[in-house]
């Protein structure tokens, strides 16, 4: 840096300093610098001190940092001192805290990749954009654009957009948007749609033309320049492509991590779809030319969904299916290709495996034979001048040569589909001016670098070369046009560079010479290289290497390897191979190899056909194919192309974009600053800042110059010359008068000046802050001292008193306590005595009472002890007695058993021994057979002698019982004796109990009075807090009570706000009903000026404009307009005729010829229907046929069980009614009783749909019979039988659920049914012809009885009956003949008919006679009462001085209110006189200013009321269809004319009104007079033309908004946002080259009061125009939503209004626009509300933006902004003053957290098209018809009133 800013490095002076890492590093000074200094004292930001070392042999001072206010800037060129630190901090600040991607350099745009995708390119976006000034508006790619169409269309003159950057950059999105931005803003000049068709170009050349690589998942392979063709009127009509170096090496090689073009993914993603099965692909992975960067995949994107945009693409510019899948087919074939192995046969030859399956598949494919490719991709032919020869070749060169053939097929696809879609995109028209934009590759540099970055490097150069001239000769403009002396610049100039590599015995020159030469090689040509170019200061050989040369670009050095440098640039293709292709069956490849011998021009395609490693090469025309020599190298293609190139750009005025890849990771919003600016070096932005920075930089308009720096200023020194002004004080602060200069309209500074008298501001302001901060510490020192001193002399005067008042409350106390203490001396004295009597007293009782209880106690004990001793020993003793008696029986047991056993033991011996005795003697059995006789003997003889002892017994035992009954009498007596005797004793015993009882019940008793005594004691206890308890509980119940209140008051509040939200979410639905019915109506009156538009567009030159609207409200309303019909409108017709373009007929014809093939389609589609449906019925019948049998068998069966089922149901259904009628009458299914009544109406209700499905089966059943035996005569053996059976199974059909068995019936009644169909269509034709022969009869008798109805009404009263009635007997006579002609048999019935009306007639006759005479009675009366009142009023009147009985002469006083009944007749050819003077030819100005408000509406209207009156429906419906058509069309004529719109519209409202005040609907009559319900119509109901004239009303209404808009938009920006309302408050900052259009208030700006002017005279107008004040509301409120979206939508675009004092300014305006609605009565309108988001978003502005505490602040404050448009306000947040603090990016993300869930739409800006609904409250007249005048200046004296 030079030293000319010495006394700038003062101490806190902030520098940059170089850094390894972040490039620049900020630093501080933290001591002055003096010249000689060797170093700096420096801090840096992290507080780290340094010590910066000055180079000793410059000593240049690191670049000193800009102040912060001018940090953030949208313009590179606005900074104070230009560097390239300022460049990447500013840079930096706004991508990463602002989240902005574009800046401007001067005159370009740097475009910041974001790698995420944001909001900033909607529709919205592009329409606020639209229309602006580069520099009013945030920097934007649509700025861009806007600027370039801008241009062309005002200078005339082609434009161009060059986008340039590195891979990765973002450059194809760029020109994409730029493209979108043509598209939308201009539209097309054709119904082509051509807008789209190039949009649809983007992803057809993104499929073939770009690939991911590590850099970008989209990069583009290939550079293209794009000419959009414009018209005369500047729209759309075609576009035309270029391509540039196609990178046909990625066809056959690809990194790791990088990818084929992306058309192979799509099509191997999409190799599952049955179109695309021919193709036989597979996955990506196994193909050789996809599967070599192992990436197949991109994350995030569908490649089968990306081929369908492609091939809608295709479809879009007319490429069809048939060549769409052609292309698709030699895609797959190259892949195929790739994958064709090719082995060693030998070391110099190779072989492909014999059936090799994937060349089979190319082969098939392309359409040639397997031999002739084998052959020819291993072997080559070889020409010497005497004979030709085939050589073998090696597997490597085979290899090379198979790729080499599939880039040249790759290429050659490419150009073919380049240049289809330049046919598509050919403009039908002549072309008048293009804007173009070029997307072509940066400068480029790896570590080994070759061919292709060597072309892409030397366009760079080109380019680079013409920017530079651009922006020194925009330079040496602006200081010629200012006037500024010119100084010579010096910038640098590449042309040496160029001259190295495009000039004679240049690289390329040498390069094509070694191509030429028989054994040329790389290291040949590089030999030359050094030798040649030696001498060149550019030129470098590498130290290490011989195959190597640099070249000093201007960007960098760059190393090229010169290995396959000759090869690429002859890019050689086997001959051999290309003639096996031109012989293919497959036409499309034919077609892409037909010019193979020709040589493309350099205008043509041939740079589509260059590549980065392989490009194609396309032999000179003039020249034989076969010679190599002649052919032209890629490097001399590329040349031309380039030089063509840039003769188009230096043609046009060029607007560049340079794109800036922030990283290599694609992290979204990352900076890396060492990328960053080796980019910026290479792009020229940094060139442009040095070229800015060598002249005058900093450019300030004489009015910003004064407006910033007015506060350096004093009074005497403000002239009124602002120019002198600035000159004087300039001349004061800046002694150097080479510092800057002063121009025609701009101040001229050098660089660091500004900041320099930004320094000077500052100190001025931080002086006056701080003798403002003394002030005010002053005052507020010696107001707290103040407030202090006053507060002492009041706290000692109030304690004092109170030191006072406690000596006096001191002494009292001391005399009050004596006394007080002889008292209680003497109490406590006596209470100590009284409590020791009492206690001695109590212990006595206490201890006697317990001596007797003890004694008592002792006593006790002992009694109860000897009972229970008692009672122990007698337990004892029983215990012993049980337990011995227990023994004994054990032992008795236990003896018992003994024996037992023992007894039993013998008896088994004794057992034993007799059997054993029976074994061994056998013989004694006779023996015991004797003794056992004598045994038997003996048992009887034991019988008798015991029947006797059981006799004696029983006669010993009846005496034993005798006498034991007297033993026990007598045992009795002496018990009864012995119990008396101790009765005696027991009674003693208990007397002496019952006296210890008795004296124990004293005890008990004395013990219970004492319980009772305590129980009343806690029974009083308890009650007392039962008391407390229920006085609590009343309290509880009272606040339950209060709660309940309040609960049940926040239910009403509740319920309250709920019907309060539905009603306000009813009053949103009905409000989008309405926004949308008006939507429809601006959509229809849209396609009706489109209409319109179109019959201007087709008719002859100079033929007469017809009315816009005129025969279409006819045909959306279907009324006839006798002014249609006139002859103006028949002029126009037959002009419209005449003027009928050819091309369009000829159109329509085509049309109609394509329609009528379409319906001949479908007739036959239909017939083949009808003959596929006759043979599926014969199919269905043959098989009805054969499963007939077995299915009726079935039904058969069925039909039993149903019938059994229905018997059971029918007794069920019996029972149950018998169970209801003979219920009780207590129960509750009583008859009567409503249960009853309910089931009973059921059952009768089934009853009788039970009936009805019987008659059902009935019929059914006839119709199948009758069937049956039509299908007799079919089959008449087969049939006949079937048919018996089937019919005898039908007639057992007896119930509706039998319903189910008709399906197979109803397939056979289906032609009979066809045939009724067919029968009943023939009838209905013939009937609709009857009726409309009826219709026809009926209007002409509506015409005739219209008639005899006029002539009726010109009769008196009594004759109109009686002719009225002689007409209707005539009628009826005449209808008698009729029918009586026509069918003589019915005239009987038709006299009796006659008859019948005329006696109805008779007695009507006599009814309205009687009504007749009874309303004469009352007019006599009321003519009585009349005439009485008038009397009295004149009696009333008379004078005292007046006799009473002197005579009254009469006086005719002429009562015009009694005879004009407010209706006005007029002829029917005066319909287009009254429409022309009262609508088309009117003055609104004169009527509204001299005439009562809404005149033309009464006239129109009273005219109306006379054809209601003579019932003349044809006159009305004319008139009113006149009527809207001509309110059209001046509407159309004059629609930009305020005051013509709001008059009609005004008048359509007042129009509408009367229509609904005298339509005679009770609801519109309630504020009516008599006399004005006495107007209302009588004959018609309009109402459907109510619906018209308000569907009219609305249309007038959304064009007064509309052109309100038009009027207010130029003044909204200026006067809300950009004008000073308050002086002062802030200063212009510096804007860099792209300056503001009104930055500073001129003197011819619009400013707030111009916006409040504009609004009052709309105001005005309107009332003077009588429009409702509904309506005035309506449409108020409208404009300031305007206003505010407008004003919102500017500043979300404008970083350089987000300021503190910018919010002040609109917080002021909206302040002022209050104000106004205030003044007008308009605050209820609901307009202030449309404010809330402005108003929020500059409260936004001006709240502190810090803590925790001011986010939560922000978000509960800036409810009506979306949380886009607050981050967005946070983001753009820009300091204008040093004071002010920017905006933390984790404050903004504190904010994004808490508006997270925030609900909202994420749009950012406002629409400005929104048009709130429009209503239209009914507002009756109080005027009189018969009271309005028609003056005469309107030319109405044709009309008569009545």
């Known amino acids: 840096m030079n030293r000319e800013l ?70 590179l060129t606005a900074l104070s001192y230009l560097h390239e630190p300022a460049v990447l901090h500013n840079l930096k600040v706004r991508f990463i805290d602002s989240k902005l991607i574009y800046t401007y350099c001067g005159i370009v745009l740097v475009a910041i990749n974001p790698y995420e995708t944001l909001p900033i390119y909607g529709t919205d976006i592009i329409n606020a954009y639209s229309g602006q000034n580069m520099g009013d508006m945030d920097p934007h790619i649509f700025a861009v654009a806007e600027e370039a169409y801008k241009q062309m269309a005002r200078d005339e003159r082609n434009q161009s957009i060059i986008v340039s950057g590195e891979s990765g950059a973002g450059k194809t999105v760029s020109a994409k948007y730029a493209m979108r931005y043509f598209a939308t803003v201009s539209g097309s000049a054709s119904e082509a749609n051509v807008e789209e068709k190039v949009l649809a170009s983007n992803p057809i050349m993104e499929a073939i033309g770009n690939a991911k690589t590590t850099r970008n998942d989209n990069s583009s392979r290939f550079g293209k320049y794009i000419e959009i063709g414009f018209d005369n009127r500047y729209r ?127 082969c098939e494919l392309v359409g040639i034979t397997y031999e002739d490719m084998a052959q020819w991709l291993c072997h080559r032919k070889l020409k010497t001048a005497s004979e030709t020869y085939i050589k073998t070749l090696p597997r490597l060169q085979a290899t090379n040569a198979r790729d080499a053939l599939s880039k040249h097929i790759y290429a050659k696809l490419f150009n073919w589909i380049v240049e289809h879609v330049n046919k598509a995109l050919v403009a039908d028209i002549k072309q008048h001016s293009f804007i173009g934009v070029l997307d072509i590759y940066g400068f480029e540099t790896f570590e080994i670098n070759s061919f292709e970055q060597f072309c892409i490097n030397y366009a760079n150069e080109k380019l680079q070369q013409q920017f530079n001239m651009h922006v020194f000769k925009l330079e040496q403009e602006e200081y010629m046009k200012e006037q500024i002396p010119w100084t010579l610049i010096d910038f640098y100039d590449n042309q040496p560079c160029i001259n190295l590599i495009e000039a004679k015995m240049g690289i390329l020159d040498l390069l094509d010479e070694e191509c030429r030469m028989p054994k040329g090689s790389d290291d040949s040509w590089a030999q030359k290289l050094y030798t040649h170019l030696k001498t060149c200061s550019l030129f470098e050989k590498p130290r290490m290497s011989n195959r190597a040369f640099i070249i000093q670009h201007f960007a960098d050095k760059v190393e090229y390897q010169c290995e396959g440098f000759l090869e690429k640039n002859k890019d050689t293709v086997n001959e051999e191979q290309i003639k096996v292709l031109k012989a293919s069956k497959f036409d499309l490849l034919v077609e892409l190899f037909k010019d193979e011998g020709k040589a493309t021009s350099p205008t043509g395609q041939a740079p589509g056909t260059g590549g980065r490693t392989r490009l194609s090469v396309k032999p000179d025309k003039s020249r034989d194919s076969s010679s190599k020599e002649h052919k032209k190298t890629v490097g001399c293609q590329f040349r031309n192309s380039l030089q063509m190139l840039m003769e188009t750009l230096n043609a046009t005025t060029p607007h560049y974009v340079r794109c800036i890849k922030p990283n290599d990771f694609k992290q979204a919003f990352s900076f890396d ?45 403000v002239l009124s010359d602002k120019k002198l002004t600035c000159r004087n004080v300039l001349e004061k602060l800046v002694q150097d008068q080479d ?96 409590q020791k009597q009492t206690a001695a007293l109590a212990i006595q009782t206490i201890l006697r009472a317990y001596m007797a209880r003890q004694k008592y106690q002792a006593l006790l004990r002992e009694h109860k002890a000897v009972i229970i001793q008692k009672h122990a020993r007698g337990w004892l003793a029983r215990r012993w007695y049980k337990r011995c008696l227990s023994s004994i029986v054990y032992l008795q047991c236990c003896f018992r058993r003994m024996r037992a056993r023992r007894e039993l033991k013998k008896l088994k011996i004794e057992a034993r021994s007799v059997e054993h005795f029976k074994k061994l003697n056998k013989g004694m059995e006779n023996k015991i057979m004797q003794l056992q006789r004598k045994i038997d003997e003996q048992t009887k003889e034991n019988k008798c002698v015991n029947e006797k002892l059981v006799g004696l017994e029983n006669t010993y035992t009846t005496e034993s019982e005798r006498l034991r009954g007297e033993l026990g009498r007598l045992r009795g007596v002496e018990e009864d004796a012995r119990s008396k005797g101790n009765q005696v004793s027991c009674l003693l015993e208990e007397l002496e109990k019952l006296r210890k009882e008795l004296s124990t019940t004293q005890q008990e008793k004395k013990i219970i009075e004492d319980w009772v005594q305590t129980y009343k004691s806690e029974m009083e206890k308890m009650v007392s807090e039962l008391k407390d308890q229920n006085g609590l509980l009343k309290k509880e119940k009272d606040d339950l009570n209060r709660l309940i209140q309040e609960q049940s008051q926040q239910m009403t509040e509740k319920m309250a706000r709920a019907i309060a939200a539905e009603t306000q979410q009813l009053e949103t639905d009905l409000n989008e009903e309405r926004s949308r019915y008006q939507n429809l109506l601006t959509e229809h009156l849209r396609l009706e000026e489109k209409y319109d538009d179109l019959k201007e567009h087709i008719s002859k030159p100079g033929h007469r404009r017809t009315d816009s609207t005129h025969s279409s409200n006819e045909s959306e309303y279907t009324y006839n307009s006798e002014f249609a019909e006139s002859e103006e409108g028949s002029r126009a017709a037959e002009d419209l005729t005449r003027g009928m373009d050819t091309s369009l007929t000829l159109k329509l014809q085509k049309r109609l010829t394509e329609l009528e093939q379409e319906k001949q389609s479908l007739r036959n589609e239909l017939e083949n229907k009808e003959e596929q449906f006759q043979r599926a019925r014969a199919r269905d019948e043959s098989e009805f046929k054969k499963v007939r049998g077995a299915e009726l068998e079935y039904e058969s069966l069925k039909r039993q069980e149903l019938e059994s089922e229905n018997k059971k149901l029918k ?25 009853y009544k309910v089931l009973l109406d059921q059952l009768n209700s089934s009853c009788e749909e039970l009936e009805v499905r019987k008659e059902e089966v009935l019929i059914l059943r006839s119709q199948l019979v009758s069937q049956k035996e039509a299908m007799q005569h079919k089959d008449e053996k087969e049939t006949m039988t079937e048919v018996a059976v089937h019919v005898e199974d039908i007639s057992k059909l007896k119930d509706a659920d039998e319903l189910k068995q008709a399906y197979l019936g109803l397939k056979d009644t289906n032609r009979l049914l066809e045939h009724q169909l067919q029968t009943q269509r023939r009838n209905y034709d013939s009937e609709v012809e009857s009726l409309r022969g009826e219709l026809q009869n009926v209007k002409e008798e509506n015409n005739r009885q219209q008639q005899l109805l006029a002539q009726n009404l010109q009769l008196p009263p009594e004759a109109r009956i009686e002719a009225s009635l002689q007409h209707e007997i005539t009628r009826l ?52 009462r009349i005439g009485e009142m008038g009397a009295g009023q004149a009696e009333g009147q008379t004078s005292p001085g007046q006799m009473v009985d002197e005579p009254i002469h009469p006086v005719n006083i002429p009562r015009r209110e009694k005879d004009f009944q407010g209706m006005l007749e007029y002829k029917k050819e005066d319909e287009l006189k009254l429409v022309k ?83 005679g609907d009770e609801v519109f009559m309630k504020q009516n007079t008599s006399r004005q319900n006495e107007h209302c119509l009588s004959n018609f109901d309009l109402t459907e033309y109510r619906s018209v004239i308000s569907d009219l009303a609305i249309q007038i209404y959304q064009q007064l908004i509309k052109c309100m808009e038009n009027i207010l938009y130029p003044m909204i920006v200026s006067g809300m946002l950009e004008h000073e309302t308050i002086q002062g408050v802030s200063g212009a900052k510096p804007t860099g080259l792209r300056k503001r259009t009104s930055s500073i208030a001129d003197e011819g700006m619009n400013t707030l009061d111009s916006i409040l002017r504009q609004l009052n005279a709309f105001h005005s107008t309107m009332c003077q125009h009588g429009t409702d004040p509904e309506l005035i509301k309506q449409v108020v409120k409208q404009q300031f939503y305007f206003i505010g979206a407008v004003t919102l939508n500017n500043l979300l675009l404008r970083k350089d209004m987000c300021s503190w004092s910018k919010g002040m300014q609109i917080r002021y305006n909206v302040s002022q626009l209050e104000e106004w609605l205030r003044d007008k009565g308009l605050m209820n309108c609901g307009a202030k509300e449309t404010l809330e988001p402005l108003i929020q978003a500059a409260q936004l502005l001006q709240v502190k933006k810090k803590t925790d505490e001011d986010a939560e602040a922000i978000c509960s404050m800036c409810l009506a902004l979306t949380t886009a448009q607050i981050v967005k306000v946070l983001n753009l947040y820009t300091p204008v003053n040093e004071f002010e603090e920017r905006v933390s990016v984790s404050f903004i993300r504190t904010i994004q957290t808490r508006l997270r869930d925030r609900y909202g739409s994420p749009q950012l800006l406002m629409d400005t098209k929104i048009i709130y609904p429009i209503t239209f409250p009914f507002n009756p007249s109080s005027l009189a018809l018969e009271t309005v005048q028609i003056p005469s200046s309107l030319n109405l004296a044709f009309l008569t009133r009545v």
């Open 6 to 75: 010495e006394y700038m490095f003062v101490d806190c002076a902030r520098v940059w300093i170089p850094d390894v890492e972040e490039v620049w590093k900020s630093a501080e000074l933290t001591k002055d610098y003096k010249n000689g200094d060797l170093s700096l004292q420096l801090m840096l930001e992290d507080g780290t001190n340094l010590e910066h070392k000055l180079d000793p042999k410059t000593k240049n001072l690191p670049y000193l940092r800009n102040p912060d206010i001018l940090v953030g800037e949208n313009d």
């Open 1373 to 1424: 006579t005449h209808e008698n003949l009729e029918q009586v002609a026509d069918d003589p048999t019915a005239s009987r019935e038709a006299r009796v008919i006659i008859l019948r009306r005329m006696v109805d007639l008779m007695e009507q006759l006599e009814k309205q006679d009687r009504t007749i005479r009874k309303l004469k009675k009352q007019l006599k009366v009321y003519s009585k």
């Open 739 to 834: 510092k800057y200069q002063f121009g025609q309209t701009k101040i001229f500074f050098r660089a660091g000046q500004v900041a320099y008298l930004e320094k000077l501001r500052a100190d001025k302001l931080r002086a006056a802050c701080i003798r403002i901060q003394k002030t005010i510490r002053c005052w507020l020192a010696r107001k707290k001292y103040m407030r202090m001193r006053d507060a002492a002399i009041t706290i000692q005067r109030f304690t004092r008193g109170y030191q006072a008042r406690c000596l006096a409350k001191f002494i009292r106390r001391t005399l009050a306590a004596i006394v007080i203490q002889k008292y209680q001396k003497m109490y406590v004295a006596r209470k100590r005595y009284r």
């Open 1211 to 1235: 007794h069920d259904l019996a029972e149950m009614r018998k169970s209801l009628l003979g219920g009780t009458a207590a129960s509750a299914g009583a008859p009567g009783s409503p249960a």
């Open 673 to 717: 600053p060492m990328r960053a600016v080796q980019q910026l070096r290479a792009c020229g932005v940094l060139e442009t800042i040095r070229i800015s920075a060598a002249g005058f930089p900093s450019r300030w308009t004489y009015q910003e110059f004064f407006s910033r720096y007015r506060v350096l200023m004093k009074q005497k020194d």
């Open 236 to 362: 759309i009509i075609g576009a035309n492509m270029r391509t540039y170096l196609l990178e046909k090496s990625r066809v056959v090689f690809q990194a790791d991590e990088e990818r084929n073009y992306h058309i192979f993914y799509q099509l191997c993603a999409s190799s599952h779809l049955p179109e695309f099965k021919n193709l036989k692909l597979s996955k990506a992975n196994d193909f050789l030319y996809t599967r070599q960067g192992r990436s197949p995949i991109i994350d995030g994107v569908d490649d089968t969904k990306e081929l369908c945009t492609t091939r809608n693409a295709f479809s879009l510019l007319g490429i069809n299916e048939s060549y769409q899948m052609g292309l698709f087919q030699v895609l797959a074939a190259i892949l195929h290709l790739g994958n064709v192995e090719i082995r060693d046969r030998d070391s110099d030859s190779s072989m492909i495996p014999p059936n090799n399956d994937h060349l089979t598949k190319f």
């Open 1477 to 1559: 003077n009262l609508i088309l030819e009117l003055k609104p100005r004169g009527v509204a200013v001299n005439l009562i408000p809404g005149l033309p509406a009464y006239i129109l209207f009273m005219c109306l009321r006379h054809a209601d009156y003579v019932n003349d429906d044809q006159k009305v419906r004319t008139l009113l269809t006149s009527t809207i058509n001509s309110i059209k069309k001046i509407l159309k004529k004059r629609g930009d004319d305020f005051e013509t719109v709001s008059f009609w519209l005004a008048n359509t409202c007042r129009f509408l009104h009367c229509l609904k005040q005298y339509s």
